[in-house]
């Protein structure tokens, strides 16, 4: 075997190629030298089938009942009904209002309380506890401040008399 055509093989290429990694150039120069050359084919042809060996052995069999469910999405498929497409048409354009008149929505109401989802209901009863807390503190730090308004004007008054 010629030398130089076993460091080509052993250069890696053939290995990009059967990989699929191999540039567009790198796939023509190998197959101009699977033409040409019989070692580098019959390389290629055992590399092929030393790729297909490992895939086979690190395979992972699919479950026992996935044929199961291919068969019933495809038995599905052809079961259903064929229909044929509808025509498409352009829907007609919209009529803008006026730029002088309001817009409304009509809405009719039968009862005078709103629904909400359970979950919310939470929500609101505690934003409306805390509301009453925050409520009372504010309250409560107001007469506080007042209170400390009028003691420190009672304590100026008293200094001032002392002077």
């Known amino acids: 075997m010629n030398t130089e055509i076993q460091k080509y093989i052993d250069s890696g290429l053939l290995e990009a190629y059967v990989t699929g990694s191999a540039t567009p150039e790198e796939e023509r120069e190998v197959l101009f030298y699977k033409q ?11 590399l092929e089938l030393d790729m297909e060996a490992m895939a086979f052995a690190m395979a992972i069999p699919p479950p026992p009942t996935a044929w199961d469910r291919i068969e019933t999405e495809i038995d599905d498929i052809i079961l259903r009904e064929r229909s044929e ?3 498409f048409t352009e829907p007609e354009p919209k009529v803008a209002p006026e730029p002088d008149m309001p817009r409304y ?3 009719q109401v039968q009862d005078s309380h709103m629904k909400i989802h359970k979950a919310w209901r ?3 009863a505690a934003v409306f506890v805390l509301g009453k807390i925050f409520l009372g503190c504010a309250i409560y730090f107001y007469l506080e401040n007042r209170q400390a308004k009028q003691t420190i004007m009672e304590l100026k008054t ?3 008399a002392l002077k």
């Open 85 to 87: 497409p509808t025509k």
């Open 105 to 107: 929505i009509d809405v």
């Open 158 to 160: 008293e200094i001032k």
């Open 36 to 46: 040409r050359y019989p070692e580098v084919k019959d390389a290629l042809n055992q």
């Open 122 to 124: 939470w929500v609101f």
